[in-house]
């Protein structure tokens, strides 16, 4: 098959050569955009991230497969991709480990206050912090109970937490002996009420564009925890820093921005109470091989099937 490349990062050299030996002809960019002089109509597979986005995609006449390397699809044509009986692959479950060992982190730094405790080393000054919190016997709200919402639950059920999820689909056995209870979408406002984290790993869709609004993020509990781990238009950004600044949350912890990256004038990299990162949770070491063996699998599979993709939560 014809295969075009646009996030050459994404595989190893030995990877690239063993796509190769199996036949398949490459083609590599160096950056997610289509020189003009390239004609796509023979390509048969393509692995991106970005690339469709503002790419005409009726040009890839004979696209058969899209293999890409994130996880939302909120950066492709799907509703045309669909059409066109195309199939569409995410990278579900690639990134699911470092994101919730990255989730469990950040929560454990807002309770046990690591910034301070950085800040006082720098000062060579030996000074202890006494209203330290305990995330044992806490209360955590995963909205979006996915692959990366799946394995933030596996971890932090050993730190001794009640865990609701929120979700439309209904888990298998195996998936839900990692939370308490499972609460339909409608029942957003009132798990947003109780918690004392709330997670937050769901798609980007119309219906989840500022889900978390100003009036959500006022219920939430003085001294709770908010973590984003999705994509930054899940929360109202200017709502979030308004709260931010009454401080009526514990800590904040954001991985994803509203526009990225973030602008050095925006008042969340300055805010007392919020941990920014700069869309970096997901990386890890051993991304690029899971990757490979997912695509592989999508080569070699003779069905087209299609991801559930949309969460139906408002």
């Not at 790419?55 to 950066?75: A, H, M």
């Not at 006022?218 to 931010?244: C, F, H, P, W, Y």
């Not at 954001?254 to 869309?279: A, G, I, R």
């Amino acid at each position: 098959m014809k295969i075009l490349i646009s996030v050459p990062a994404a595989f190893t050299s030995e990877h690239l050569m063993h796509l190769t030996n199996m036949g398949h002809l490459l083609t590599i960019l160096q950056g997610e955009t289509i020189p003009e002089e390239m004609k796509v109509e023979d390509f048969e597979v393509v692995v991106c991230n970005n690339l469709l986005r503002d790419y005409p995609i009726e040009q890839f006449k004979n696209l058969k497969l899209i293999q890409l390397t994130s996880v939302g699809t909120d950066r492709i044509p799907l509703k045309y991709i669909l059409k066109q009986g195309i199939k569409i692959e995410t990278a579900r479950g690639v990134y699911s480990i470092p994101i919730a060992e990255w989730v469990v982190l950040k929560i454990l730094e807002i309770y046990k206050n690591s910034r301070f405790f950085h800040h006082v080393q720098q000062l060579h000054k030996w000074e202890k912090k006494r209203n330290l919190g305990e995330l044992a016997g806490k209360t955590v709200a995963i909205i979006g109970y996915g692959s990366i919402g799946i394995e933030t639950a596996k971890r932090l059920k050993a730190f001794d937490v009640r865990i609701t999820a929120i979700d439309s689909r209904i888990p298998d056995p195996e998936e839900m002996k990692w939370v308490d209870n499972l609460q339909p979408p409608h029942q957003l406002e009132t798990v947003i009420s109780q918690c004392d984290v709330l997670i937050l790993t769901i798609p980007l869709t119309e219906q989840t564009k500022h889900l978390m609004n100003e009036d959500r993020l006022l219920m939430m509990k003085s001294n709770s925890i908010l973590i984003n781990v999705s994509r930054g238009a899940i929360i109202d950004e200017q709502a979030l820093i308004t709260v931010l600044q009454q401080k009526e949350f514990m800590g904040v912890a954001l991985d994803v921005f509203e526009e990225e990256p973030l602008s050095p004038n925006n008042l969340l990299w300055d805010l007392e109470n919020t941990l920014v990162t700069p869309h970096n949770a997901f990386v890890s070491d051993k991304n690029q091989q899971r990757l490979f063996d997912l695509f592989i699998a999508n080569l070699n599979s003779n069905t087209i099937k299609y991801e559930e993709i949309s969460a139906n939560i408002a």
